[in-house]
Structures are given as C-alpha cells and as structure tokens.
C-alpha cells in the first residue's frame, strides 16, 4: 500500500468537487463516492427525494420537481435561497449570530446563515439525506443545544394507540373508564391536511392535538393527548369530542397550561350524631364474617346487658364487703380504747418499746384521742407558745386590713382551699364551716414564715385543714409548724433554698426503688420517669391528693409516729399497688397515670358511678385495705439501717 504525505492528495477515481481530504481516515485503495454536499446540492437532493417520494408521503399526490416556487407552494413557507432547507446547521460555528425568528408558525427546524466557504464542510464526508426533516445540527459549538443530538436515520414510525381516560365527575362516586382512539385511514389524513389553508399548515412530524379550555371544564379532568405519526391526526370518539380547528392552539404556544382544577370546596356539615349507618353497624364482629340476623343481633345484646348487669352487681357486691370490713376495723379501733388510755396514753413513748403497742398504733388511732396522741408525736421542737397563733394571726389580719398583704399570695391561698377535701364539704370558700378558720391558719402560717424570708407552698391547705378536722386551730398551728420542721418536709416546702436537698431525697428514693422494686425503676429510666415528676405531688399534701380519705388518715398516723422514713415506704407502696398499671408504652400516658388523671380510668369510674373527688388514686382501686397489705409485705426488704445509712451518704449534714 502506498502512504501519501500530509501534502499530497489521494488518486481517487472520483472526487466531488467542494471536498478535500485533510486526515487519512481511508486509504488510496478504497473508492468512496461522497455526494457534493453545499447549499445548492443539499436543495437538489431535497427536490429529488421530495418527487420521487410525492405520491407516497401524502404531498398532494404529484411530484415536486425541482421547481421552487412549486416547493415554496407546497410547503407552506418562503425558503431563502441562501438559507438551508433542511434542519441541519450547517455553518452554525461559534460566531454565528442566533436565526432570527420566523413570522409563520415556527417549525422545529433550526435555520442560521450558512456560508458556501465554511471550513466545517470540508470535514464530512457522508451525509444521507431522508426525506423527512431530522434536527441533528452540525455545528461543533457545544453549547448549541442540536449538537448533543444523536446522528441515525429515523425509522418509520407507525400508528399506536394511546389510551384515553375518561372520569365521570357528575355521580356521587367517581367513575373512570378507559377510551381507545382510532386512527382515521392514511386517505382521509391526507385530505384532511389538503383541506387546511397553507397558514395553519403544521410540518411538524407529530402534530399534537389540545383540547380547549371549556371542553375540559365540560368534561372534567383532562385525557392524554394522542400523538399520531407522520402527519397523522386524532380520532374523535363518542366519550371525548375532538375540539375544532379553531380550538386548536398552534405548535407555538409557548408553555401549554392545563386547566386549572376545580376549586369546589365542600361546605364543612355539622355533627348530628351518629348516622344510620353506625347505629346498625357492629364495631367488635370481624369482618370477613356475614351480618347477623336480627333475631341473633338482639339476642347477643340481651347477653351483654346481662353480662354487664352482672358486672355492676358484682363490683358494688364488692364495695359493699370493702366497707364491711373497713367498718369492722373501726369497730375494732374504737374498742381498744380501753387499751390505749390504759397503756399508751400515760406515756406514749412506750409504743417504741414494746412492739405490740406499736403495732397497735400503725393500725390506726381512735379518732378520740388522735389529737392528743397527734400533739405528743410531732412535740414542739421550736418551743411554740399557746399565743403564737394569736400573735401571728393579728398580724396577718392587720396586713390584710391596711391591703400590705401580698395579693398573689392571697390568691394562691383561695385557690389552695378550693381544691382542699371537696368530698367534705367542710372548706368551701364562703359556705364550708371550717373555711373561716382554716383561711385564718394559711394566714398566720404564712406570716410566722415571713420573717425566714419563705413564701406560700401550693398544697400546705390540705396539711393545715387535716389537722383542723381532728383539733382546734391554736393547736392545729403548732402542730403544723412543728411538723413541717422534720427535715424531708421542711426541704420540701423550703423553696430554692432547699433545692439540693430535694434533690439529694430524689437519689434516695431512686435507691430504695431500684433495691425494692427493680421492674418499676427500670420501666421509669426506659420512659425517662424520674422521682420529680410524681412525688413532690405525693410528699407536700402528705397523700392528700391522691388517696381515700381513711387510707390518708392511717398513713398519717404512723407518719407521725415513725418520721420521714415512713413517708418514702408509703410512696414505695403506692407505686406496689399500682404497678400492674403501670407499664405504658408511652411517656405520656405515665405521666397521666402518676398524676391521676388517665382518660380510661376516669371513663370507668364515671360509668360505675365512683365518687372521684375522694382521691384521684381511687379509681385505680387503691383504698385502706390493699394499701396497708403492700406496706406490711414490705417487711421482708425494708430496712431502717438502709434509710439511715442512705441518708448519712446524701445528707451527711443532717
């Protein structure tokens, strides 16, 4: 094979004037006929490829020829002599100004000015030219958007169908179908497009048909468009009228927006109760089961209302053995009188002595001598005159008097009484008979605690009307102040002076939870449930809020006999009665459980017509009697060393 040098051309047999061959892409042995490509050729080969092809593609079913003025008639458009016909770019370089818009309907080709001395000409040597319009650029500008564009000869496309949908919006429920368009025959295509003016002419090789506006307002929703092939158009069918030419937007139509949708809103109706449909419908029968005959469907709801009858029998069967018992308890209490004046009553310090006396004592304390025993458990430590309620009392009344009593104060004090023992009914504000004198106690309490600089603590109402309940309020106050002197309430009731003393009684009842009741304590840490969100509520009302009146009563008792130590085994037994209930999946419904105030318990205890202003925790089923079987089975791991020793490691100032 003989190589030729970058200089010399190759001996072609044939060489197309308007070409040079600059690489050696072919060899001297191979004989390659490459069509003249120029603006002039392109529009020769175009003129010929249109006549032979006149009577086959539809173009009025003649040839062309070669003429322009019968190419420029049939087309529909002016063709500029020195423009290309063909969408090719054929000059489009990278200095060539952007094609001016045309004035007809714009078509996808892409005209620009093309050059008879361009140098990119000289760099193709093949182009086959179809005879259908293609929108391959070849501009090697890579910016121009043409040129990403893939060279191939586009195959003949053929008819399918495109399934059209139609929704019937005009019944109550929806109704969607499905609608085939069919093609009209290649004849009637072709007349169709003869019988348009060249104006609306639409070279475009799948012209789209769009409804308009009010036919989709009429028909609802809008159907897929049907894009036919090669000059092809849409089938009209019985479900979906095809639009009219004057409906019809031109391919120009710059970004084709789809009807807006209905904005019919629905007028929001009110609840009247339930419809006939819930009224007849069953909410606990399974679903893939038939509906139950009438005569079953009665007969069912008989069963359940006597089961349910039975239930409500049973449940005040056992409230009335509850009370029996407690009753009898009392009875008992009240007929060891004679014991307690005989062997208590002399000297009260005894009980810690002998161990059947103290055992008769955590029983509970007749109701008679419960102040006097009251006064001789708590003691005065802070030496207490009998007029330190008279000297306080006149104070705070001349506050009140000259309006230098705090007002926020007051009215935290009024809210307090409120909430004080409602099933009583002894502290009403303005009508409860002992409302009077328990206002008058909150006052002086609150101005013997001025002088430390401590304010009003929420909850001391309940404290003060207990004590009222059983003694006078000269006695009362001084019961009351020494009481709230033992250091876990006074660190309660301190405020933030006392705060790490509060926190420092959290650890330890952490630790006494986790030793008695290890479940409990680790349900609380997975829910992040730490001492603080329950048992302030417990510990500053002394149980008042949270349990039945006589259960309160008892615990009391021994509170004041054993000290703060008996307040924490009291709260360790709440939480023993109440931890079947107590493993929630959620935070938030413990929290509701802890603070009394669970949506399903309150249902229940309404429906069965439990008094709910006796304690929250009555609802729950906590009373005197399970209460006082959870303390004594804590026998078996509480220990008093252990509450001592946790409190010489916390509070070792104490």
Known sequence: ????????????????????????????????????????????????????????????????????????????????????????????????????????????????????????????????????????????????????????????????????????????????????????????????????????????????????????????????????????????????????????????????????TPTTRHRPSKSVGPSMLDKVVSKTRPTWLPPKPRAEDRKHLQDWEEMMKRSRAAEAKRREALQARRLAREQRIEDSISKWEREIVPDWTVVHRNTQLRMLWWQGIPTTLRASMWQNAVGNPLALSRDAYKTCLSRAKRALASGSFPTTVLALLEDDIATTLPSLHLFIPGKGPLYQDLKDMLCAWVVSRSDEGLGYVGGIAKIAAMILINMSPVQGFIVMRNLLERHCLRSFYGGMNSKDDVEAYYRIFDTLLADGMPKIYFNFKQHQVSPAAYLPDWLVPLFLDHLPFEACARVWDVIFLEGDAFLYRAALAVLGVLEPRLFFPDRKELLELLRGENKAALEVGKRNGMPLNNGRYEMYGIDEENLWERIASMDEWWRESTWKRLIERELPDL
Do not use: C
């Open 1 to 260: 094979m003989k190589h030729h040098s970058d200089d010399e051309q190759p001996e072609l047999g044939h060489v197309p004037a308007g070409f040079s061959f600059n690489d050696d892409a072919f060899s001297d042995t191979e004989d390659i006929d490459v069509p003249e490509f120029s603006p002039a050729a392109i529009r020769k080969e175009l003129a010929k490829n249109m006549r032979m092809n006149g009577g086959v593609n539809g173009w009025g079913g003649e040839g062309l020829g070669t003429n322009m003025d019968d190419t420029v008639a049939k087309i529909g458009y002016s063709v500029d002599p020195d423009a290309s016909v063909s969408t090719f770019d054929i000059d489009g370089g990278h200095d060539s100004p952007p094609p001016s818009p045309p004035q007809t309907p714009p078509l996808t080709r892409i005209d620009s000015q093309t050059s008879q001395t361009s140098s990119h000409q000289d760099s193709l040597y093949e182009v086959p030219l179809a005879s259908e319009f293609t929108q391959v650029s070849l501009s090697d500008d890579p910016n121009s958007p043409s040129s990403t564009l893939p060279r191939h000869e586009e195959p003949e496309e053929s008819v399918h169908e495109y399934p059209a949908v139609e929704i019937d919006l005009s019944a109550p429920v929806v109704v969607t179908k499905e609608v085939r368009l069919e093609p009209r025959p290649s004849d009637e295509v072709r007349s169709s497009y003869e019988s348009r003016p060249s104006k609306d002419y639409d070279p475009m090789p799948h012209p789209q048909h769009a409804a308009s506006h009010e036919e989709f307002r009429s028909k609802g929703p809008p159907s897929p468009l049907n894009i036919l092939a090669a000059g092809a158009a849409a089938a009209s069918t019985s479900a979906l009228p095809m639009p009219t030419s004057s409906s019809l937007p031109t391919p120009t139509t710059a970004n084709l927006a789809e009807p807006p």
